[in-house]
């Protein structure tokens, strides 16, 4: 089936994917906005300050003497950024360490998972909080993706090898034992294609991580405060007291966007993951 | 007996120590990994302060730094001393406020958090047993289903940002809650009624925020784990035997759902307390958020570390004792 068949599908029949659709065309068209900026998002005091919405500034204008709205076009796409960079490392431990797992069994299994399940269970923020005050003012926005990624793969590597644990199961698997295939080519040919929807899923529900993750280092002034995003974008608000000077529309354009951006990743996640799980599709119709 | 010692306890005390063995090895190698040497940023620090100090006392300064911080000798050698410095409970005296230890500052905070997010957790996740189980067997109510939609609305956005939108809507807009703190600013904790109303009052938005974005996920779970209970056999012949629907709902339905959920409570620590954190931060409220942030701004380096320790060590202990009570609420790992 065609990916756009799917789309249309889900958009006839999946109110939670039109709901995403919608959310994150607004959150793209932002993004794209970024490109015909008319202001530099680096570049402070070039509108009047403190200025509330209007319609020449939609958001209004920051105590920095910037337009909010033409500011959240950059935050917007570098927050989206940092959660693609986060998500494409971590998938590929996560694929590695599952596949090795779920396949190899034995002992590299029970070392694997031992691993996998304390990072499940340890307190991420504390150690990411040690490591954003060691590195700050060194940290720039791909040293974040990357830490973010080394850290954000054990929930969904159990949830691969879990799935490679049913695949070797199957006769399929047996009959390429049997053909002589080697254990790399069958996890490579035979397995990972089952696994990729998951994974797909999983991306999405990682970004969701990274990106509110870097909001809260951010918040804490532990990113790379220069660079424009969501995170930052409260951080500036908070340094410059926006609440209770009375500036609050500085606040509420970064919480409203982060609320869109998050519930339009949320929602395709679960119809997503709705859709790929075959339970959920006997069900719909009727089997 | 032995077969629940050697299946059920003894994977879970080795897994207790492998989470303490990682995060702490973690915490051990982050800082010599990292670029900017603490020592010299100590010394750097000082020196910008603008007072004038003579070279030989910075020597000393520095000599006594590297020594506070574990960093002399090679690596092996700094790797067991940091190990023995922990099992002694010594984490070294706090930079920002010296020479007051390090844990004593956290023995101050830890209360506070602790019990916020203790009523917290235990709160959302009985809410949202209850409700998602409702939820399944009462498909149609209304009111059900709206707070269905809202526990999965607020589920995907960050602790911070729920924090900050309840905060301006009920301390700003709407000021019914007080604006920060966990107690007006000159009163003493004590245990009065009066202190207790006061306390109470000031945690209810911090913990309205770790429930309202916990919530949804028992919710959600428990949603999914009792719709297929609710077609079982014995379901049904229990709902045609005319047992009451409030007995079939508790004792057949939410009983046989509820193992993965405490499974799952003990999972949640962790990210429960990462949000506990950030959400301090908001209300500021008293706990270690407000300590991290307090080390952040003051560069008070042996604090992070130290509050990163007891975090890693606090949450591994709290899976750990939540490991060994499931065999009460599962009889099938008491009797293997």
Known sequence: MSIFRIIRDLLKYDSRFRIAFVFLSAILIMMLLSFVSPYSPNKTFVVAMDMPPSLEHPFGTSSRGQDIFWWMTFAVRNSFLLGIVTAVLSRVIAIIVGLMAGYEGGWIDKILMAINDSFVVMPLLPILILLGFLLRGKMNFFTLGLILGIFGWPWDARLIRSQVLSLKERSFTRTAVYSGTHPFWITIHEHLPFVLPIVFATTINNMLWSIGMEVTLSVLGLSDVGTPTIGTALFWANQHGALVAGVWWWIAAPTFIAIILFLGLYLLFSSINEYIDPRTRLRLIGG | ?336
């Open chain 2, 1 to 336: 007996m032995r077969k629940f010692v050697l299946h059920y306890l003894l994977p879970r005390i080795l897994q207790y120590f492998t989470v303490i063995f990682l995060g702490i090895t973690v915490t051990f190698i982050i800082p010599r990994l990292s670029p900017t040497d603490p020592v010299e940023a100590q010394v750097s620090m000082i020196l910008s302060s603008g007072s004038a100090v003579d070279p030989e006392a910075i020597e000393h300064m520095r000599a006594a730094l590297t020594e506070m911080y574990g960093l002399s000798g090679s690596p092996v050698e700094q790797y067991i001393a940091f190990w023995g410095r922990l099992l002694r409970g010594d984490l070294g005296p706090s930079l920002s406020t010296f020479p007051t230890p390090v844990t004593q500052l956290i023995g101050q905070a830890l209360p506070w958090t602790l019990g916020l997010m203790l009523a917290a957790v235990i709160l959302s996740w009985i809410i949202g047993n209850i409700l998602g189980a409702l939820a399944s067997y009462y498909p149609k109510n209304k009111l059900i289903y709206a707070i269905d939609i809202m526990s999965q609305a607020v589920r995907p956005i960050p602790y911070y940002v729920v924090a900050l939108v309840l905060l301006v809507v009920f301390a700003y807009l709407i000021p019914i809650f007080p604006f920060s703190g966990a107690y007006p600013v000159g009163t003493r904790p004590s245990l009065t009624p009066n202190f207790v109303l006061i306390y109470l009052k000031h945690s209810a938005l911090p913990a309205l925020t770790l429930i309202l974005v916990g919530f949804g996920g028992w919710f959600i779970g428990m949603k999914s784990l009792t719709s297929n209970i609710i077609s079982e056999d014995y379901v049904v012949y229990a709902e045609t035997t005319g047992i009451k629907e409030r007995k079939i709902l508790t004792q057949y339905i939410m009983r046989n759902a509820m193992l993965p959920q405490i499974t799952g409570l003990g999972l949640s620590l962790g990210t429960v307390f990462s949000g506990a954190l950030i959400m301090e931060v908001v209300f500021q409220y008293p706990g270690m958020g407000m300590l991290t942030l307090q080390a952040i701004f003051r560069n008070d380096y042996s604090l992070i570390m130290g509050i990163a320790i007891y975090s890693i060590i606090g949450v591994a202990t709290s899976v750990f004792l939540m490991d060994l009570i499931y065999p009460l609420f599962d009889p099938r790992v008491r009797y293997q």
